[in-house]
T-cell receptor, first 113, second 113 residues
């Protein structure tokens, strides 16, 4: 089954404790992206990747890192999480460019205390 | 500065009638637009898209209209069904530039029985 998976689905952590949210897709997609969804703000792009070893900042990259060492995986790293990073995070992938239909993962709800 | 605006946070429509969701944008350089639908506790799913060289795209019950001079697009759902109750996001892309995707804040559509 074609899908985008994210782990964990739910996470409660404390300020400053490094964490990684994994994202994996099995569709051989080149384009992958991370978004956060906040009440009243919709979906905002954090980082995206056009291909392996190619990553670019989205609209809200501060406080986040990503890597794209393999085509299928695009982890989101929070080196020192802060409470303002409490949010719902979505990973997405598409065939090549972002203009193609993106497939979204189920979301990761992160709470930073 | 919000580049993609969905000014109606929510909309209620009678089942069987037409639902019209609106989206305005500020950057005339956007050249591709997409609509996504999101149910609670799920990731967004792609609905329909339109290139800036077109003014209409239709897919079953869903039609997207683009008015470039007004920098406005709308999604029409006819006839509206109970399963259409969801949050709808419009998104815009600058192709051949930075490939960022800008989403609106979303509109919650309620289909009334």
């Amino acid at each position: 089954e074609a899908q985008v998976t994210q782990n964990p689905r739910y996470l409660i952590t404390v300020t400053g404790k490094k964490l990684t949210v994994t994202c994996s897709q099995n569709m051989n997609h080149e384009y992958m992206s991370w978004y956060r969804q906040d009440p009243g703000l919709g979906l905002r792009q954090i980082y995206y990747s056009m291909n392996v070893e190619v990553t670019d900042k989205g609209d809200v990259p501060e406080g986040y890192k990503v890597s794209r060492k393999e085509k299928r995986n695009f982890p989101l790293i929070l080196e020192s999480p802060s409470p303002n990073q409490t949010s719902l995070y979505f990973c997405a992938s598409s065939e090549d460019r972002g203009d193609n239909e993106q497939f979204f993962g189920p979301g990761t709800r992160l709470t930073v205390l | 500065d919000q580049q993609v605006k969905q000014n109606s946070p929510s909309l209620s429509v009678q089942e069987g009638r037409i639902s019209i969701l609106n989206c305005d944008y500020t950057n005339s350089m956007f050249d591709y637009f997409l609509w996504y639908k999101k149910y609670p506790a799920e990731g967004p799913t792609f609905l329909i898209s339109i290139s800036s060289i077109k003014d209409k795209n239709e897919d079953g019950r869903f039609t997207v209209f683009l008015n470039k001079s007004a920098k406005h697009l709308s999604l029409h759902i006819v006839p509206s069904q109970p399963g259409d109750s969801a949050v709808y996001f419009c998104a815009a892309i600058l192709m051949n530039r930075d490939d960022k995707i800008i989403f609106g804040k979303g509109t919650r559509l309620h289909i009334l029985p």
